[in-house]
């Protein structure tokens, strides 16, 4: 033992390779009945536990800070420092203001916080959730076997292997039968390995042996029995844990909202300095320009998109999960929504799930016991992954019919299912010592390795003409929506069973199952199709009982096209072929990623809905990868999120949820893309012309920070139907477009509110223009232009929200959510009473007269009439608003 502790991990898995079972069971103090429990916390104190290395978690601290770190906050907190220096550190004694540092800090907080508490209460929501997906392994300890979390795995410990199992740590194999390993996650052969017990080859590396299986990768097909010889960060995989917990690259979501991040930031860092230049030129001032340039660049920077977009993930998922959907990855939210290609296998999506032995039935239709009998057998006897079939099979008959059949029987040997021969044998041999080779499978594979049949207790040849007519039988009972598998035997006077042994049997007849469509999947179905994502089924099933099922569902069905012709195809007739047919049955697993990846290709954002081996690639290769709980392991680890229902309704509910996130998030994208860009102008306009700054830098953070407090509303917003029926990918080019479109329209009303309380308004009420006025009355002159544009701002860009949220003109029908209409409400009533409170003064505010909001509200109603017509012309040209 202590020679072997001191092996690092390659150098035992070396030994372990080459080394007799016995030898190894010694060495690590175990045997066929497993480890005891006294030596179970040694080897693992000894070896380690069976964990991957992974990131570390980040405490609630860093969570906090990494809130707040984002390029616009970045810029804030600059500005803050700037604001800091310039009217505290750098004023006179009595002129020193913290105003503008105490509300910078107030939008950062603001931003950052919320971010900080919609991330923690994703995250908490997300464990609690996770942990009911919770991955097993079958280990065997003092001579009992039993499921445990793969984590309680220690070197040593005898584990159990299956078809459908990920293989939980580097194990030797000491006992197997047909087993076939994938280790594509570790050396990319796509070709399953099988795995013996001795390994004969010399100087070979551990990836390259035949007896030692690999922390990873998946049992394919055959089960077998294996000692642990590492764990954790000592396997071949967790050598390169630190690559496989690296980031994964950016989504097209992520690149869309960093690209119209720098798109704003940069219109920023050119604009603002040009309207610093012109300020100080016109003003003569250099230090206020300074100033108003630092204050405009505030009221450019879109501090809350940070707090938006986590809201917004967060609390989709959160909602996600109310509806039994659980999102493993945060992201794959987007792509959910974005899915317009939704592939699904047809067993427990479409049907029930729950197969129903129809019949058993002689080569001439009559019913024979005797088929039932061996069905039985080699359902009961094989120690693969038992399917629905079998347990159908077991269920159909008595506890007394089982009793008997199992005394009277006893299993020699198994070729387990795979899912390219498509079907099983078992050697059984009854009291008398008569050994029978018992095969089940499909019907086509079952015609293929038989060579005779029973009729009136004669063994007779199986002719081609009775090979078509039990082809043609069997597509009958198929058109009637049953499966059927035939059941094949021979007597075989050995005592280990192989591939070669299947031929040359007696078909002895069929078993017929029925697994009947849900109540719910027509619906479902029509549900989907009306959000305009196209179900295609891709099935290992074969084409009649698949084309009955699409029939009874309502899924409009073209012609089948089936795994054989598939292969025949080129590349480019496979992609039109893709497009034309939704409907694809007796597929391998290779041509069900062959499928989603070419829809991939053509254009399309894909989802696939698997829960067995045999669908695990393909849901690596789709966009989404779709699992439910019950699933087998390689199917869940390969999935992005996880149903807790295996129905196609919890999933219409998944994808229309993402559409209104990713809704909500366009939308203040847009309207703060717009508005930021509106402003831009009006503020070149104002440096240009006007004598004066047309609004205080305090009163911009002031106007700025009511306009960030209306937004935070957005993320709970209503979407329109009409918006969610069509997937949505990110088009960056359309936000640039909307900008030149929409921003300038709240230009033309600064610059009318300008000209108004320029030449009318201001001075009516002073009795004077501003250049006749003494500096007293000038003052108050700027006072009330400054409060005017500060209101009229205000109301503009908060109605923007309105008229942005939704392509539709009218409000009533398609309302805002109560969280925005009580926002904006406090956000509009709080600006618009500053002006007349003792605030209002300290920000240089003054109360304005009454005819200013028949004014206001003439150019509000301009304003929205305008908007309206232009986003009616933007949607008539582009197709969409958002």
């Not at 990836?207 to 396997?235: C, P, Q, R, W």
Request: aromatic content about 8%; some cysteine.
């Amino acid at each position: 033992m202590k020679k072997i502790m001191r092996l690092d991990a390659e150098s035992r898995l070396i030994w372990a390779m080459k080394e007799d079972m016995e030898t190894i069971f010694i060495k690590f103090k175990t045997g066929i009945s497993g480890l005891s429990e006294d030596t179970i916390d040694s080897m693992r104190e000894i070896f380690g536990e069976n964990r991957l290395s992974k990131e570390k978690k980040v405490s609630p601290l860093k969570k906090f800070i990494y809130a707040f770190i984002n390029p616009f906050t970045i810029i804030l907190f600059i500005l803050a420092g700037v604001s800091f220096v310039t009217e505290v550190l750098l004023a006179s004694k009595g002129n020193k203001d913290f105003t503008g540092v105490i509300i910078i800090s107030l939008m950062v907080i603001t931003s950052g916080l919320l971010r900080f508490i919609q991330e923690s209460s994703s995250d908490s929501a997300l464990e609690k959730l996770n942990k009911m997906v919770e991955t097993t392994a079958l280990i065997t300890r003092n001579g009992v076997t039993k499921e445990i979390s793969i984590e309680e795995i220690v070197v040593g410990d005898l584990i159990t292997l299956k078809a459908g199992d990920i293989v939980p740590a580097d194990v030797r194999l000491i006992q197997g039968k047909d087993m076939f390993i994938s280790q594509s996650s570790l050396t990319g052969e796509s070709e399953p390995i099988e795995k013996v017990i001795f390994e004969i080859s010399e100087n070979i590396s551990p990836l390259e042996s035949k007896n030692l299986i690999f922390m990873g990768t998946n049992v394919i097909s055959g089960s077998g029995k294996a000692i642990v010889v590492a764990t954790g960060d000592e396997t071949i995989l967790g050598k390169i844990a630190k690559d496989l917990n690296k980031r994964k690259s950016a989504t097209s979501f992520e690149k869309g909202v960093n690209s119209v991040s720098k798109l704003l930031v940069s219109f920023m860092i050119v604009m603002v300095p040009f309207i610093f230049l012109i300020n100080g030129i016109v003003k003569k001032d250099w230090f206020e320009a300074f100033l108003f340039a630092l204050s405009i660049a505030v009221g450019l920077t879109p501090e809350m998109l940070p707090m938006i977009v986590s809201a917004n993930l967060a609390k989709g998922a959160k909602k996600m999960a109310k509806k039994k959907v659980i999102v493993k990855n945060l992201n794959a939210i987007q792509d959910l929504g974005a899915m317009n290609i939704l592939c699904t296998d047809k067993t427990g999506t479409l049907t029930e799930d729950k197969i129903i032995l129809n019949s058993y039935l002689n080569i001439f239709g009559e019913e024979d016991k005797n088929i039932l009998k061996y069905g039985f057998l080699n359902s009961f006897y094989q120690t693969g992954l038992k399917n629905l079939i079998d347990e159908a099979i077991i269920d159909s008959l008595s506890n007394g019919e089982i009793k008997n059949l199992t005394e009277n029987w006893e299993k020699i040997d198994e070729i387990p299912f795979d899912f390219n021969r498509r079907k099983m044998s078992v050697l059984v041999e009854n009291i008398d010592r008569n050994r029978e080779l018992i095969t089940k499978g499909a019907i086509e594979e079952m015609v293929e390795i038989s060579s005779f049949i029973f009729q009136e207790g004669k063994i007779i040849s199986l002719n081609d003409s009775i090979k078509n007519t039990i082809l043609k039988e069997v597509r009958n009972y198929n058109s009637k929506g049953l499966r059927v598998l035939g059941v094949s035997k021979k007597s075989l006077d050995k005592n280990i069973c192989s591939l070669e042994d299947e031929n040359e049997m007696i078909l002895m007849g069929y078993l017929t199952f029925l697994d009947p469509p849900k109540s719910s999947t027509k619906d479902a179905i029509e549900s989907l199709i009306k959000y305009n994502v196209n179900v295609k089924i891709l099935t290992g099933d074969n084409d009649g009982v698949t084309s009955y099922i699409c029939s009874q569902v309502g899924l409009e069905n073209n012609g089948i096209l089936v795994g054989n012709q598939i292969d025949k195809l080129s590349s480019l007739e496979l992609k039109k072929a893709v497009e034309e047919n939704n409907v694809f049955a007796k597929l391998s697993p290779s041509q069900k990623t062959l499928i989603v990846k070419t829809l991939r290709e053509n254009g399309h954002t894909v989802g696939f809905m698997g829960d067995g081996i045999n669908d695990a690639s393909a849901m690596k290769e789709a966009d989404v990868g779709i699992s439910v709980d019950s699933a087998v392991d390689i199917a869940k680890e390969s999935a992005d999120i996880i149903l807790l229902e295996k129905s196609l309704m919890v999933l219409e509910d998944g994808i229309l949820e993402g559409r209104k996130i990713y809704g909500n998030i366009i939308k203040y994208i847009k309207m703060t893309a717009s508005s930021n860009f509106g402003n831009m102008f009006s503020m070149l306009t104002a440096s240009i012309f006007l004598p004066f700054l047309p609004m205080y830098p305090i009163q911009i953070l002031m106007l700025n920070l009511i306009y960030d407090v209306s937004c935070i509303g957005i993320p709970w917003d209503n979407v329109d139907e009409d918006f969610i029926k069509e997937p949505k990918k990110w088009d960056a080019s359309s936000i640039k477009k909307f900008m030149l479109w929409i921003g300038p329209s709240s230009s033309i009303f600064d610059i009318t509110t300008y000209i108004v309380m320029f030449f009318i308004i201001g001075p009516h009420i002073l009795k004077g223009n501003y250049h006749s006025l003494d500096l007293i009355d000038q003052k108050k002159f700027i006072s009330i232009f400054n409060t005017a544009w500060f209101v009229e701002s205000l109301w503009s860009q908060t109605l923007v929200i309105y008229l942005i949220r939704t392509s539709k003109i009218s409000f009533l029908k398609h309302r805002p959510s109560k969280e925005v209409i009580l926002l904006t409400l406090l956000g509009i009533t709080i600006g618009t009473i500053i002006p007349y409170t003792i605030l209002g003064k300290q920000l240089g505010m003054t109360a304005l007269p009454y005819y200013y909001f028949i004014f206001l509200f003439v150019t509000l109603f301009s304003y929205i009439s305008l908007v309206s017509i232009l986003k009616l012309k933007f949607i008539e040209k582009y197709g969409q608003l958002l």
